[in-house]
């Protein structure tokens, strides 16, 4: 099929970027998208010009590599998928497509569709993090985790670091992210010592790397290509709240 | 080059623990003095770095993506072994030694696989204590399946995502350190060469992608954890940006390069659907437990499915071929992923495959749904389910699903001794850039618990005592101002200018096309001797094709892929004529490494061990100048060397 594609094009993280048009043909439907700009890249290097940048790494849904805000929607119209799992059949021939980064003060551009998540490995690393040094452990059978609590921390852990909660949210808020680390290790038990300290910590690193804050919207949720669900929000808020009413009444 | 396994004495259940009695320990108020430099943050990387740094050193750690979370660790499927027993159903750590060196086909150091195995029980410990949420049972016990070519369930797992799960464990361990200040981390830099002073390693030059810069980082050791070369292939379960470089950068400073040829071949992958392909999609091995794979019997029939004209679901139970039941009836559908492989491609060589390319064979589940219904396969394999449609379109719950082998992983990679350090003092490798433990073939599942053995529980010891040994006197004294790193740093920048100013009319992606199809077709899933020799010399034109007229577009000082790619694309040509060389000296079929000329009057792969029980260690010699091999034999002591059968 053949395409027109809008893509934003920004040379660095200080230039000003715009939109260039530009068309490719005889994409497969079996192509992904990824493929489909590959293709288009090739086009650019074989004319001498500069290739489009973005992100991307294993192209099998997982590594969170990939982003790329697809005719407004991050990581395109279907759900539950990343860009790189995007398969072409689900454009039309001729079709126009516009093709933008992730946008938040938080995930600066850094060339083209690349952007700067370092702000997420920053929450992470304020407490994203069980204490539990190397050769320390016990006998892995000694903590009897119901399956219930550990299928609802899997479904938290299933987050890919991609970004996209905070792309599609209006205010930028990170909150579905923090709350799915969160959640993960608070609902177990090896969690449970620093519960507290890791939902302060997380939260205020979240805040202070520039994110915005949460008024409920669910449009990262519905976004999300893990499917996380909105319940880690809920979990975030009330374990930071009691972890900061506790807080107070130690002072 | 001196390849002493540094094997210690001892009964094989006692050498490690042996070893670690006789190591130099470094005083905890000593070790802040001490610098060690760690390429990669994937299972091996990361767990090295945040042990290493829990112990007291400074670590510096690199990877090539945005975070150390998305290396490609990440993409593991299927799950992790671990000799636990925890299922009582006979497994134990000599068992999982056993089939270790057993599915290696007896090209692997029994020490190293034994130690392996020991250790292989405290990761699952450390990764519970961590948070990482593995399946478990109603009971609150831990669940366990078995996996590819084993009889015994000693697999852990977190539903398909098992790999990124232990990586957010390692991840989170490293982040604890990056946040205590004791490693600091650098995204987006990628390691271009290692400096050697006074023959030992001290350190790295690196380029940040993302401004060009060019920098040198030194240290008191290098731990090279940077993955495997699956890439060189073009076409592979791969990440996009996994490459050769770091280790053959090593390999050309003076670090052996040990069984290049062995790589291995993934029978369950989505099968290709055209030129543009970037990427090959593994559909995880534990479909095997209940997919049945089978082609038609006949050629006729097979044309018939890939023309459209009949559907296979219409095909009659006497007109379908299971293969692999037929072949080997004790292990099915379950045989290892080589044997597995090479029949999905001799039937397809028959013209007997399916899929519009004739390059398919079928999994098919229909048996399983009838016996278990479709909400227990649902439940089993949901996400893969999921995922084959997402890619393929097709539903597999009712069609039965194509699958073809891909390349998945590489036993080869830098030679290392017991303690994982190379030939070069101070260079130590973990994970799948070593060679150790594999042999010429890997059990699905055991690559995850090689990387965390060796950057939980080998490499901070054997590092620590080579520090030890290195004496206190000594830390920290390395500096890039040594001319060694003036050097090296000038090479770089010359490699880098030798690309940009080409100016050619050929993209680096092309000549990695190119060179996929020339490695796949000769160095593949079946190799012989003319076919070798021919991938030798169009490589040898291709490299010299490439330094004539490759074109690199764009700056070298900004974020530039088609840069980067050049790079790696160049090592992977002289690289993959190393491992034709490999394969073309081995004249045995053993592993995934499948020669024509070697084998049985059934077609089985014919092991020679009394001229080719060795590791295969290549020695750089100058550009230009054929590599020199060196052995290192190998001692069966505790298994008697059999003839792998599965049948
Ligand atoms: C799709 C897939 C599924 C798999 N499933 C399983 C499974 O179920 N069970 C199992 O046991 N094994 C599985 N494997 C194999 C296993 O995942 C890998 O062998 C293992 O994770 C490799 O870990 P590693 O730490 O050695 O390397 P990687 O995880 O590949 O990490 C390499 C690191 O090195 C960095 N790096 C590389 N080159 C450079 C450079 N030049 N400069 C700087 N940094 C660099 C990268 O950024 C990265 O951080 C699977 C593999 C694939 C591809």
New interface residues.
């Given amino acids: 099929m053949k395409l027109n594609l809008k893509i934003w094009r920004q040379?660095?993280k200080e230039s000003k970027g715009k939109f260039v048009d530009y068309s490719v043909d005889n994409?497969?439907e079996?192509?992904?998208f990824?493929?489909?700009l590959?293709?288009l890249n090739?086009s650019?290097?074989?004319k001498?010009?500069?290739?489009v940048?973005f992100?991307?790494?294993?192209?099998?849904?997982?590594?969170?590599?990939c982003s790329l805000v697809i005719n407004g929607e991050p990581h395109g119209p279907?759900k539950a998928?990343t860009t790189c799992?995007l398969?072409m059949?689900h454009f039309k021939d001729g079709d126009t497509i516009t093709i933008e980064p992730w946008r938040a003060q938080a995930f600066p551009v850094?060339?083209d569709l690349?952007t700067?998540?370092?702000a997420?490995?920053k929450i992470?690393?304020?407490g994203?993090?069980?204490?539990?040094?190397?050769?320390?452990?016990?006998?892995?059978?000694e903590?009897?985790?119901?399956?219930e609590v550990?299928?609802k921390?899997?479904d938290a852990?299933?987050c890919?670091?991609c970004g996209a909660c905070v792309a599609a949210c209006p205010n930028a808020s990170a909150m579905l992210f923090t709350g799915a680390k969160v959640s993960?290790?608070n609902s177990?038990p090896?969690?449970k010592a620093e519960k507290e300290r890791r939902s302060l910590l997380m939260v205020q690193a979240m805040d202070e790397a520039g994110f915005g804050g949460c008024t409920n919207i669910g449009a990262c949720e519905s976004v999300c290509p893990k499917s996380i669900n909105l319940d880690v929000i809920a979990q975030l808020n009330r374990d930071y709240h009691s972890s900061s009413f506790k807080k107070i009444m130690q002072f | 080059m001196n390849l002493d396994s540094k094997i210690p004495e001892g009964p094989l259940s006692e050498k490690w623990s042996n070893h670690k009695f006789n190591m130099r320990l470094v005083n905890p108020a000593n070790r802040r003095k001490y610098h060690v430099i760690v390429v990669g943050s994937g299972l091996a990387g990361s767990?090295a770095a945040?042990?290493l740094a829990?112990q007291g050193y400074n670590v510096s750690c690199f990877c090539y993506?945005?975070?150390?979370?998305?290396a490609?660790s990440?993409?593991a499927q299927g799950g992790i072994n671990a000799a636990?027993n925890?299922q009582n159903d006979g497994d134990s750590v000599q068992r999982l030694f056993y089939d270790t060196i057993k599915g290696g086909d007896y090209r692997s150091r029994e020490a190293n696989v034994y130690r392996l195995a020991e250790v292989s029980t405290?990761i699952?410990?450390?990764?519970?204590?961590?948070?990482v949420?593995?399946?478990?049972?109603?009971?609150?016990?831990?669940a366990n399946r078995s996996f590819g070519g084993a009889q015994v369930s000693r697999t852990f797992y977190?539903?398909g995502?098992t790999?990124?799960?232990l990586l957010?464990g390692a991840?989170?361990?490293l982040?604890?350190q990056?946040?205590l200040g004791k490693v600091t981390?650098y995204?987006r830099h990628e390691m271009l060469d290692v400096v050697v002073v006074g023959g030992h390693a001290k350190g790295i030059i690196v380029r940040n992608l993302?401004t060009g810069e060019i920098t040198r980082h030194a240290a008191d050791c290098v731990v090279l954890a940077s993955g495997g070369y699956g890439n060189v292939f073009y076409l592979s379960t791969n990440?996009?940006?996994c490459n050769v470089t770091a280790t053959y950068r090593a390999y050309k400073r003076g670090a052996g390069f040990a069984n290049p040829c062995f790589t291995q071949i993934h029978p369950t992958c989505i099968p290709v659907?055209?030129e543009?392909?970037?990427?090959l999609?593994?559909m995880s091995e534990s479909l095997r437990n209940d997919g049945r794979v089978w082609v038609p019997k006949s050629k006729e029939l097979a044309e018939k499915i890939r023309s459209g004209e009949i559907n296979p679901n219409s095909i009659p139970e006497e007109d379908r071929d299971y293969y692999l039941e037929r072949k080997y009836p004790s292990f099915g559908n379950l045989a290892p992923r080589d044997i597995s492989s090479r029949s999905a491609k001799e039937v397809c060589d028959e013209g007997r495959g399916v899929a519009s390319t004739g390059l398919g064979v079928y999994l098919d589940f229909r048996d399983a749904i009838i016996r278990d219904g479709e909400q227990a396969i649902r439940e089993r394999y949901g996400n893969l389910f999921e995922?084959y449609n997402?890619?393929t379109?097709e539903n597999p719950y009712q069609t039965p699903m194509m699958i073809f082998p891909a390349v998945h992983y590489t036993m080869g990679g830098l030679w290392v001794d017991y303690n994982l350090q190379s030939t070069i003092p101070g260079l130590f490798v973990a994970g799948e850039a070593n060679f150790s433990d594999h042999g010429a073939n890997r059990l699905g599942a055991s690559a995850l618990m090689q990387g965390l053995a060796d950057g939980?529980?080998v490499v901070?010891y054997t590092v620590g005592n080579y520090l030890g040994e290195l004496g206190i006197a000594e830390a920290g004294f390395s500096n890039t101002q040594e001319d060694a790193f003036e050097q090296v740093e000038a090479e770089v920048k010359q490699r880098i200018d030798q690309f940009m100013n080409m100016k050619g009319t050929r993209?680096p992606?092309?000549f990695h096309k190119e060179l996929g199809q020339i490695i796949w077709n000769y160095c593949g899933m079946s190799r012989n001797q003319s076919g070798l020799n021919e991938a030798i010399e169009k490589l040898q034109k291709l490299k010299k094709e490439f330094w004539q007229n490759v074109?690199v577009?764009?700056k070298a000082e900004?974020?530039n892929?088609?840069l980067e790619r050049a790079g790696r694309v160049a090592d992977f040509i002289e690289f993959g004529e190393l491992m034709c060389r490999d394969a073309l000296m081995r004249e045995e079929s053993c592993g995934g490494h499948f020669r024509e000329e070697h084998q049985t009057n059934e077609g089985e792969a014919l092991r020679n061990d009394s001229d080719y029980a060795f590791v295969g260690v290549w020695e750089y010699k100058g550009e230009g100048q054929i590599p020199v091999l060196q052995k290192e034999d190998l001692a069966f002591e505790n298994v008697a060397l059999a003839t792998r059968s599965y049948k």
Avoid at chain 1, 48 to 51: K, L, Y
């Fill in positions: 040379e660095s994409i497969s079996e192509a992904s990824l493929e489909m590959d293709t090739e650019l290097v074989s001498n010009s500069v290739p940048a992100d991307h790494d294993c192209r099998e849904g997982i590594c969170g590599m279907e998928t799992q398969h059949r850094i060339k690349t700067d998540r370092s997420f490995d992470m690393q304020s994203g993090f069980v204490t539990a040094r190397t050769g320390s452990a016990v006998d892995a059978n903590i009897p985790i119901p399956k550990a299928d921390a899997m852990a299933a890919i670091g993960h290790l177990l090896q969690g | 767990s945040a042990s829990e993506q945005d975070s150390p979370r998305r490609h990440i993409a636990k925890y405290k699952i410990d450390q990764c519970v204590s961590q948070g949420p593995f399946a478990r049972e109603y009971g609150g016990l831990l977190a539903r995502q790999g990124q799960q957010l991840y989170s361990s982040n604890r990056i946040g981390m995204t993302v990440a996009q940006a659907h055209g543009d392909q970037a990427k999609t593994l995922m997402r890619i379109g939980y529980f901070p993209s992606r092309s074109l577009v764009g900004e974020l892929a088609e």
